[in-house]
C-alpha cells in the first residue's frame, strides 16, 4: 500500500525485515539504555555486525542512555544503509504516562535527523508495539500522522518513508490508519 504526496513524495507500508530493505537510514526500536535487545533491535545488530554496538559504547560513554521520545546516530554497519537512528519509544503503561506524546516525538525526532542529514529515504518499524506493548491501533494512527504531516510540507527534502511492518496483523493496522487518514488536495 502506497500514499502519493504532493512533490512525488511518498509514503509506504510492506510487511517485511527492516534490516532487508535498503534506504539512507533504518530506525531501531532501542530501549534506553542502548545496549540491544530483542525484537528489531536484536536482528538489526545481528545483521549490522559489531560496529553498531561499538558506535552506541561510545555515545553511552559520552552521554549515557537516550531519554525516551529521542534518539541517537550510528553508522549502519553491514546493514543497506548509511544510518541506524535509534529511537527510544515508550513503554505502554495502561495510557497514563504520556505514551502518545513520547511515541510521536520519536517519529518526529528522526524525520528531523533525516532533514538535518538531507537523506531521501528512511525506514521505520512499528515502534514501541512489540515488547513495550503499545496497542498497535493507537501507535499506528500516530506513527502515520507524524509521517503524513511531515510529508505534506512542501520544504521536506525525505522522498521516501517506508514502515517495515513484521506481520500481517500489524501491516492491517498500519494501513487502516492510512486509510482513516485523508488525502491532501
Ligand atoms: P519495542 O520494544 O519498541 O516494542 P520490538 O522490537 O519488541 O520493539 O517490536 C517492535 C515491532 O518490530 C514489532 O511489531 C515487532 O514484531 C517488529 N519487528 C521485530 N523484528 C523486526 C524486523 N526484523 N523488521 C521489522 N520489524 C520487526
Not at 79 to 101: Q, S
Not at 111 to 133: D, H, M, Q, V
Not at 138 to 164: D, G, K, M, N, Y
Request: include cysteine.
Amino acid at each position: 500500500m502506497e500514499r502519493r504526496f504532493p512533490g512525488g513524495k511518498v509514503l509506504r507500508l510492506v510487511i517485511g525485515d527492516i534490516t532487508r530493505v535498503p534506504a539512507d537510514a533504518i530506525v531501531n526500536a532501542a530501549n534506553s539504555a542502548l545496549r540491544g535487545g530483542g525484537g528489531v533491535d536484536g536482528a538489526i545488530h545481528r545483521a549490522g555486525g559489531p560496529s553498531i554496538m561499538q558506535e552506541l559504547d561510545e555515545i553511552r560513554a559520552r552521554q549515557g542512555g537516550c531519554p525516551t521520545g529521542s534518539a541517537v546516530v550510528t553508522g549502519a554497519g553491514n546493514l543497506p544503509a548509511r544510518y541506524v537512528f535509534h529511537a527510544v519509544g515508550p513503554i505502554w503503561r495502561r495510557g497514563t504516562h504520556n505514551e502518545p506524546a513520547l511515541l510521536a516525538s520519536c517519529y518526529r525526532t528522526c524525520l528531523a535527523l533525516a532533514e538535518e542529514r538531507g537523506l531521501s529515504t528512511i525506514s521505520f518499524p512499528s515502534i514501541s508495539t512489540g515488547a513495550y506493548g503499545y496497542p498497535v491501533r493507537e501507535a499506528a494512527s500516530i506513527a502515520i500522522q507524524e509521517v503524513c504531516r511531515h510529508l505534506e510540507r512542501p520544504e521536506t527534502r525525505l522522498r521516501e518513508v517506508t514502515f517495515v511492518l513484521f506481520d500481517q496483523a500489524t501491516w492491517e493496522a498500519y494501513a487502516e490508519a492510512l486509510r482513516q487518514r485523508a488525502p491532501v488536495e
